[in-house]
């Protein structure tokens, strides 16, 4: 007898979730099997529509969390309030969150409070310091916690929760879905009027939104960055800010009457990945860049003091350069005088997987579900 398809919910809320889940709710589409709806909590707004818009992807639930200036107290307690009923009324086998937000956490906190199986996508990533990236590493460890499976971009992932006890059989390296995205987005012929604007120069692409940087940090990674484009009369830069109204603040006040950087509302996906395969030098604390740049051969300093992602630091993509004004403008000035130092970082390595990480995750939970 045929056996009746199980429901998947798979969650998410924010930006980067978007464009790391769209490629695997299009994938389990593809899956007889399989009923599957979208719920997206909504913590962003235009920035997640942005992303859905180039997956192609119609949630079935919008929760609509989004307010401005929205505390994390707001986050968690509105996802967890109107997810309930979602998760009552579709009743899901297995619910997939991803990553380290607070959608994510509070998604799989409701979703262990019904005891409805939670999935976890990219899972056991690890600063090990639960205040840097705050509350992203408290809200990781969190959910394994209650993940019954979980779903590792690397073997040091899958280390991390092995180390935590989680069980062998419990954790499936399968490579990061980002790449998936990646593979489809990236294109030779791209043009658009930035890289016009910027044709004949070396292109700083910069992005920054951490909390923990908000504030003192953020004015002195822009003063570097500021410090930078009065140096070199050939670099020129791209800035999509962050929504996030203390970012632009912080953005304006500090490089918005600066020569040769234009500061743009955020890029959709599509545009920003073929900006990055156009760039010279990627400023960023963001983390999902961290994992794009390897594949792309795009040296990269993080201005952060931490990172769960030493995978791209050992391939040398990635440099950990904090955020103090001094040490990142040396940095920036090392990569843009010295070729050998540039060309050292700037290999092609790409430790996240071949960007079939969203066939390998449905394979296995089709195992799991059915043949288990
Ligand atoms: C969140 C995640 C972080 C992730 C980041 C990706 C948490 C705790 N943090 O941080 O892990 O790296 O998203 O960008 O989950 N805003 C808009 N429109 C949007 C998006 C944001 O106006 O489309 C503004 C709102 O005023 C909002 C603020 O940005 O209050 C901050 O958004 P929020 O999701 O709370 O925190 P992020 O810093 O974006
Ligand atoms: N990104 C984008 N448009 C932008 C800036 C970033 O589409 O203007 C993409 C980027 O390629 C990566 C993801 O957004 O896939 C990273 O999101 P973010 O930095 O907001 O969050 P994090 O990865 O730090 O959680």
Avoid at 38 to 56: I, P
Avoid at 63 to 89: G, N, W, Y
Avoid at 199 to 225: D, K, P
Avoid at 230 to 252: E, F, R, W
Wanted: glycine share 4%; aromatic share 8%; hydrophobic share 40%.
């Amino acid at each position: 007898m045929e056996q009746a398809k199980k429901r998947l919910l798979v969650v998410f809320g924010t930006r980067p979730e978007a464009i790391k889940m769209c490629p695997l709710v299009n994938e389990l589409k593809t899956r007889e099997r399989f009923e599957i709806k979208t719920c997206v909590t909504g913590q962003h707004h235009e920035m997640l529509q942005q992303a859905l818009r180039v997956f192609d992807v119609k949630p079935d639930y919008d929760l609509a969390i989004m307010q401005p200036e929205q505390t994390l107290f707001d986050v968690t307690a509105r996802t967890l309030q109107s997810i309930k009923p979602v998760l009552e009324e579709y009743a899901p086998a297995l619910v997939y969150v991803h990553g380290d937000t607070t959608t994510a956490f509070a998604s799989s906190l409701a979703a262990f409070y019904l005891q409805i199986p939670v999935a976890h996508v990219e899972a056991g990533l690890r600063t090990k310091n639960i205040y840097s990236p705050f509350p992203e590493e408290y809200n990781r460890q969190a959910i394994s916690l209650v993940a019954k499976y979980h779903f590792a971009p690397t073997q040091m992932a899958r280390y991390n929760l092995r180390l935590e006890g989680k069980p062998f059989e419990s954790i499936y390296v399968t490579g990061n879905t980002g790449i998936d995205a990646l593979r489809t987005t990236v294109r030779a012929e791209y043009t658009s009027e930035l890289l016009d604007w910027a044709q004949g120069s070396r292109l700083l692409l910069i992005t920054a939104h951490r909390r923990e940087n908000l504030g003192a940090n953020m004015h002195h990674m822009f003063r570097a960055i500021r410090r930078v484009l009065a140096a070199y009369s050939d670099v020129k830069a791209v800035y999509p800010v962050h929504l996030n109204p203390q970012v632009k603040s912080i953005a304006n006040e500090e490089l918005g009457d600066c020569a040769n950087i234009r500061l743009i509302a955020p890029m959709d996906v599509l545009d920003f990945h073929n900006l990055m395969n156009h760039s010279y030098l990627i400023l960023t604390d963001s983390g999902g860049i961290q994992e794009e740049a390897p594949f792309l051969g795009k040296p990269v300093l993080v201005m952060r003091e931490t990172t769960e992602r030493p995978e791209g630091v050992e391939a040398g993509t990635l440099r950990l350069v904090g955020t103090d004004e001094e040490i990142i403008y040396y940095a920036c000035r090392q990569l843009l005088d010295d070729p050998e130092e540039y060309a050292r970082m700037a290999k092609a390595k790409n430790p996240y997987g071949d960007g079939h990480a969203s066939a390998r995750i449905a394979d296995i939970t089709e195992r799991l579900l059915f043949d288990e």
